[in-house]
């Protein structure tokens, strides 16, 4: 157990209002990573962290934003949702001092924009 | 329900019989690999990983084989258990990233008949 929090776990709601996805993790590690999954499509980086207040974009960032006040959060907003941006959202972390620094993930949260 | 693709490839074992899980990656600069297994409605659960200086690694049930001449990777499971049902993804990372991304495969279904 990687101690990664999303939620929340299901929301619906509609098209051009604001959403919010929170991503809490309990270990202090530093980078951290958004992924929408899709049917076809596999994982798709929306954005990532390397640090409080350092963000950067990954394949899919349009229409997302994303910010990192502490070091345990990671938020996810889409400013306007559209019904393109139904998805599965993950989160992610990617676990230092084990070498290879692999990336383990919540369990996501399922997000239905009418 | 099940949100992790409509039309991925699949591969039905016995239980008990082997899995030979099959990965094409794509960039040959790529140093490290990952095998991912997910259960539906959860979130990417790290399996065994890879460098790229290695061209096989075991786990408990699992081994990981690299050929860097064809970019190919397989996983595979042995004596495959009902439990082992799921999709597989593999990821690769890139040499230099320093954040650390992944890139992910489209996916493969392992069922496993009892």
């Known amino acids: 157990d990687a101690g990664i929090t999303q939620s929340p776990r299901h929301k619906v709601t509609e098209t051009g209002t604001p959403v919010t996805l929170r991503c809490h993790q309990t270990?202090?590690?530093?980078?951290m990573y958004w992924y929408r999954q899709d049917p076809g499509h596999g994982l798709r980086l929306i954005h990532y962290?390397?640090?409080?207040?350092?963000?950067d974009k990954g394949e899919v960032s349009d229409g997302y934003s994303v910010s990192r006040s502490k070091t345990e959060d990671f938020l996810l907003t889409l400013e306007s949702a559209t019904s393109s941006q139904t998805s599965v959202y993950f989160c992610?972390?990617?676990?230092?001092?084990?070498?290879?620094?692999?990336?383990?993930f919540g369990d996501g949260t399922r997000l239905s924009i009418l | 329900g099940e949100s992790v693709g409509l039309h991925l490839p699949t591969l039905s074992v016995q239980e008990g019989d082997n899995s030979i899980i099959n990965c094409a990656y794509s960039?040959?600069?790529?140093?490290?690999f990952i095998w991912y297994k997910q259960e539906s409605g959860k979130g990417p659960q790290f399996i065994i990983d890879?460098?790229?200086?290695?061209d096989k690694r075991q786990g408990q049930r699992v081994t990981v084989l690299l050929n860097k001449t064809v970019k190919h990777l397989s996983l595979q499971i042995a004596a495959t258990q009902p439990g082992d049902s799921a999709v597989y993804f593999c990821?690769?990372?890139?040499?230099?990233?320093?954040?650390?991304?992944?890139?992910f495969g489209s996916g493969t279904r392992l069922l496993v008949r009892p």
């Open positions: 960039n040959s600069a790529s140093d490290y």
């Open positions: 890879i460098r790229s200086n290695m």
């Open positions: 992610a972390i990617s676990v230092e001092g084990s070498g290879n620094q692999p990336q383990h």
């Open positions: 990821a690769e990372r890139r040499v230099g990233d320093s954040s650390y991304k992944l890139i």
């Open positions: 962290s390397y640090g409080v207040k350092d963000t």
């Open positions: 270990e202090n590690h530093r980078y």
